[in-house]
């Protein structure tokens, strides 16, 4: 008589009948998220792109529900794009205004010279 080996427990592998194919993770999400972490590490700039590629991600999953998985990654990414960008921002906002008020300084500084260089 042949021996079978036990059925696995229940819990494991898909349900009984449901076969299909599986959801995979949409490339733009992930592309999204990829580039809002690379804007901190490599180039600011890369939080545009997660800006723009997280609601295309968005619209993409939301049209093919049944293929498409990884609203979570996209929106995290959208939302560490658009820190990313209020940063850099920010950043170039300081930076203009050190460079106004250096050149200011330095020009009221240039005259009081050239007035002692006229006496």
């Known amino acids: 008589m042949a021996s079978y080996p036990p059925p696995p427990p ?3 592998g898909p ?11 949409n490339g733009k999400a992930i592309a ?3 580039c809002a972490i690379a804007g901190f590490v490599v180039c600011p ?3 545009i792109a997660a800006v723009i590629l997280a609601p295309q991600a968005k ?4 049209a093919e529900p049944g293929r498409y998985e990884g609203e979570g990654l996209a929106k995290a990414g959208q939302i560490i794009g658009w820190i990313g960008v209020a940063l850099m921002v920010a ?3 300081i ?9 200011a300084t ?9 007035a002692l260089l006229a006496r």
Not at 106 to 114: A, M, Q, R, V
Request: charged fraction near 15%.
């Open 95 to 103: 930076i203009l205004v050190a460079i106004i008020v250096a050149a």
């Open 15 to 25: 349900p009984p009948g449901q076969y299909g194919p599986s959801r995979s993770t």
């Open 106 to 114: 330095e020009s009221d500084s240039s005259f009081e010279s050239l």
């Open 91 to 93: 950043a170039f906002l």
């Open 10 to 12: 229940q819990g494991y």
């Open 59 to 62: 619209r993409e999953i939301a």
């Open 32 to 34: 999204s998220l990829i």
């Open 45 to 47: 700039l890369t939080f």
